[in-house]
């Protein structure tokens, strides 16, 4: 997955990831645990149950194609911030 849309985020923000899926996007909503070279962690924590599920399958597709072999898909997903209060 490519990320899109962030600066340097502290530790402690809070995020909102966008995953840009085909026919929608889903929104996912956590907190910026781990910030390095080698990517972001984050801990989610509200993403709503009917997206989670449509998530879910989607993600087993990805790993499906992604077994096909490489560069068959591309996903995006699109991060914000607003500071921790």
Same mark, same amino acid.
């Given at each position: 997955? *490519?990320?899109?849309? *962030? &600066? $340097?985020?502290?530790?402690?923000?809070?995020?909102?990831?966008?995953?840009?899926?085909?026919?929608?996007?889903? =929104?996912?909503? &956590?907190?910026? $645990?781990?910030?390095?070279?080698?990517?972001? &962690?984050?801990? *989610?924590?509200?993403?709503?149950?009917?997206?989670?599920?449509?998530?879910?399958?989607?993600?087993?597709?990805?790993?499906?194609?992604?077994?096909?072999?490489?560069? $068959?898909?591309?996903?995006?997903?699109?991060?914000?911030?607003?500071? =921790?209060?």
């Amino acid at each position: 997955m *490519f990320a899109h849309g *962030f &600066g $340097k985020l502290e530790i402690g923000a809070y995020v909102e990831v966008i995953l840009d899926l085909p026919n929608t996007d889903v =929104a996912i909503r &956590g907190r910026l $645990k781990h910030s390095g070279q080698d990517g972001l &962690g984050i801990e *989610f924590r509200e993403i709503r149950k009917s997206d989670r599920q449509l998530t879910a399958r989607y993600c087993v597709q990805q790993q499906q194609v992604e077994a096909a072999g490489p560069g $068959k898909s591309q996903s995006e997903l699109l991060i914000s911030s607003r500071s =921790a209060g």
